[in-house]
């Protein structure tokens, strides 16, 4: 299965971390970053105040570059089923037996939280945002080809509050379903789950290599994930095979 995941420069780390515990877990795991250079059919303005991204249609911050480009994906890939996860995510299991809840009902399939953040900030100090199904959008199984994603035009991209994407408005309720709860466990957050049903960790308060939550609930598996990407990579140089 193909997973576009979420991308931000400021996130480089996180997204090696994703992506190897992805690939290891799962080795026909293709990984697609969402770099917004390369989305043209994203046009919609970003702006930059100080250290924060700003939406102005939306008047709202933006924690992270790919705030919106999740939304893409169905321009991206017109037939079967494609995952979109947040990069601050730690695979325990292979995403592709998401497919064994694959319904072809459904336009997408995602955790329904129920989050009502008590935070005011996040990750390395961005603000911290309530919304309508919030955190629904940060693992999204989409069934690309289903007719519902018509109504999701680019004029809807581009120009609609990120509040509405994020709550699939172009989607009836019951065009929306429902994934077990252990492949969007919200680290620190979610009431917590036995080992044998936590299949995908989303730390979206914060990864374990940001300031103030180096300790954070499941912070030794992130942590052990890192290693190995950092093995990886200094292997690779040893035998020449690096980038240069």
């Known amino acids: 299965m193909n997973v576009y995941m979420g991308w931000d420069p400021r996130e480089q780390v996180a997204y090696d971390v994703a992506r190897h515990s992805m690939c290891r877990h ?3 795991t293709v990984v697609y970053p969402l770099r917004l250079a390369e989305l043209p059919m994203l046009t919609r303005p970003i702006e930059r105040r100080g250290t924060q991204l700003w939406c102005p249609i939306s008047e709202a911050p933006m924690a992270t570059e790919f705030a ?3 939304f893409c994906v169905p321009f991206l890939q017109r037939k079967g089923w494609a995952l979109f996860c947040d990069c601050d995510v730690l695979a ?3 995403v592709n037996r998401l497919m064994e809840s694959a319904d072809e009902r459904y336009a997408v399939m995602v955790v329904k939280h129920n989050s ?7 990750m390395d100090g961005q603000v911290q945002t309530a919304y309508s199904r919030k955190n629904w959008s940060s693992v999204v199984l989409w069934n690309c080809e289903h007719p519902a994603h018509q109504r999701l035009t680019l004029t809807a991209l581009n120009a609609w509050p990120g509040r509405d994407l994020h709550a699939f ?3 009836h309720d019951y065009e929306i379903g429902e994934l077990p709860r252990g492949w969007n466990y919200l680290v620190g957050v979610s009431q917590p789950l036995p080992a044998f049903m936590l299949h995908l960790a989303h730390y979206t308060l914060g990864t374990p290599n940001m300031a103030g939550y180096e300790h954070c609930e499941l912070a030794d598996d992130w942590i052990r994930e890192l290693a190995m990407v950092e093995a990886t990579c200094l292997c690779s140089m040893n035998s020449g095979g690096g980038d240069g």
Request: hydrophobic share 20%; no cysteine.
């Open 26 to 28: 799962g080795p026909n």
């Open 68 to 70: 919106v480009s999740r």
């Open 92 to 94: 325990f299991d292979d």
């Open 116 to 122: 009502q953040p008590t935070e005011t900030t996040k």
């Open 169 to 171: 408005k172009w989607l």
